[in-house]
């Protein structure tokens, strides 16, 4: 979710007030929040440009910028005024859905805190990457402060971490930040474990800000990561964390590092102790429980990582019946990704979950799928087209071709589809 604080020193309050809705005027709003950026427009040179009607044309707009104004007051104890106005349209790609966006929030008190519990504080933002009170925001002297309260996530602002406790004051422009991942700014963490898990792929543990902390990306969506190729030039790509939101503190990615791969080159020369570049979340991958009976699953190498956070949120989570049937295709045996972790779930989960592993090449004695991915194995092992299953497709891209010409020629729909 973002806000803008604006100081307006002319602002014509009471016209102001009447424009809000009466119940964010001076109680508790419920933001509907994604990332939480905040940029804030302090400037008192910028304030007397904006007027009442700026917000309200904005308001009209839905670009649903938080504003906060200050001017001449009708309190007694307060000296100025600000209003917030939350932004965005709710397709808060944070927590994976569409919510309803709250309308304009009038600060009416000197201070305000911010926080995931309605009992507890002033400005709701419910989400689980927010703490119980998360900060608090104070209008002093004209100036906008912000402390955070000791939150688990943190409060950043432009990136830098507050100290829990110590007043900040929000310069001009800055950005305000409620949580650990930003869509549009990278943020840093620091690889605390590095296990290699053959000769070119390997597991990189991430450390989230505290011991509590949580990721806060929507299931089956991904980051991007940055990091320099050979040449030390930029390079950005997208991975999927094998961990969920229940992983407190940290968050893990399986990588496989191809010889010439630009990022590949990134991850081979990542040493523990160092930071990685990330921002999300990215991806249009919505889930919620029971949106379909049964997800069929066509992964390949690499393409397993959102097909495993998909499947163990579905079984981890004991109010969703969901079922999912995947197959899994690669080269050798030893290049199959997370096959413990798969087959624990599958066994775990016999009636709900089944894996089939398809082999280009392989071993001896193998008696499952060999070749590529056919129409005839998506047939046995994947449900039938219906309008209450989806196919999800991950792999390289000539077998996402292949994959998505199988599934129009079997009659599974484009809404029956979805490709990461
Ligand atoms: C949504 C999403 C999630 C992803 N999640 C993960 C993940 O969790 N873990 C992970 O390891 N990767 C994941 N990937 C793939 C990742 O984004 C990169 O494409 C991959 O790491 C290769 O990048 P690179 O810069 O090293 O290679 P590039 O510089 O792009 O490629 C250089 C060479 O590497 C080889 N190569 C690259 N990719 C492949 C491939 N897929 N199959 C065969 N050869 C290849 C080719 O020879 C290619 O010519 C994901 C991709 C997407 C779109």
């Known amino acids: 979710m973002e806000m803008t604080a604006q100081s307006l020193s002319q602002a014509k309050l009471p016209s102001c007030s009447t424009s809000l809705s009466p119940p964010f005027l001076h109680s508790k709003a419920t933001l509907a929040a994604s990332n939480f950026v905040v940029p804030f427009q302090s400037s008192k040179g ?17 670009l649903g910028v938080i504003y906060a104004s200050e001017g001449e007051s009708t309190s007694s104890d307060v000296t100025d005024r600000w209003l917030l106005e939350p932004a965005g349209d709710g397709d808060t790609r944070h927590i994976g859905f569409k919510v309803q966006m709250p309308d304009a929030f009038e600060i009416a008190s000197s201070e305000v805190t911010v926080g995931r519990l309605p009992d507890k504080a002033d400005v709701v933002i419910p989400v689980a990457t927010v703490s119980g009170i998360h900060a608090r925001i104070q ?26 406790g110590v007043v900040a004051t929000v310069p001009p422009g800055s950005f305000l930040v409620f949580g650990c991942l930003d869509p549009e700014e990278f943020k840093e963490f620091k690889l605390v474990k590095r296990t290699q898990l053959s000769h070119n792929v390997a597991k990189f543990k991430f450390a989230l800000p505290t011991p509590t902390s949580v990721l806060g990306l929507p299931i089956g969506q991904h980051m991007s990561c940055r990091g320099k190729d050979q040449h030390g030039d930029d390079v950005v790509k997208a991975y999927t964390p094998t961990t969920l939101d229940s992983d407190l503190g940290y968050f893990e990615l399986v990588i ?8 590949s080159h990134h991850f081979r020369e990542m040493r523990e102790g160092d930071y990685l570049a990330v921002k999300g979340p990215k991806g249009r991958f919505r889930y919620q429980p029971g949106q379909v009976r049964t997800f069929g699953m066509l992964a ?13 949120a579905i079984l981890e989570n004991p109010n969703d019946k969901t079922n999912i049937h995947l197959i899994y295709a690669n080269v050798t045996y030893e290049d199959i990704l997370l096959k413990e972790e798969l087959d624990e779930l599958a066994s775990k989960f016999p009636n709900r979950m089944s894996v089939y592993y398809v082999l280009n090449q392989p071993p001896e004695g193998w008696d499952a799928g060999v070749g590529f991915v056919s129409k005839e194995m998506i047939q046995a092992h994947c449900p039938a087209p219906g309008q209450d299953i989806q196919i999800l497709r991950c792999g390289p891209p000539p077998m996402n071709k292949a994959m998505a010409s199988h599934l129009e020629a079997l009659g599974y729909s484009s809404e029956m589809q979805f490709q990461f």
Do not use: C, H
């Not at 700026?54 to 009209?60: A, E, L, T, Y």
């Not at 390949?300 to 163990?312: E, H, L, N, S």
């Open 46 to 62: 910028y304030v007397t440009k904006l007027k009442f009607d700026r917000i309200r044309s904005r308001k009209q707009r839905n």
């Open 139 to 164: 209008k002093k002297e004209g100036n906008l402060l912000v402390t955070d309260l000791d939150s688990t996530n943190g409060t950043f602002i432009n990136d830098q971490r507050l100290r829990p």
């Open 256 to 263: 496989k590092m191809y010889p010439q791969g630009r990022m």
């Open 300 to 312: 390949g190498g690499t393409g397993i990582t959102p097909m495993f956070q998909v499947a163990r």
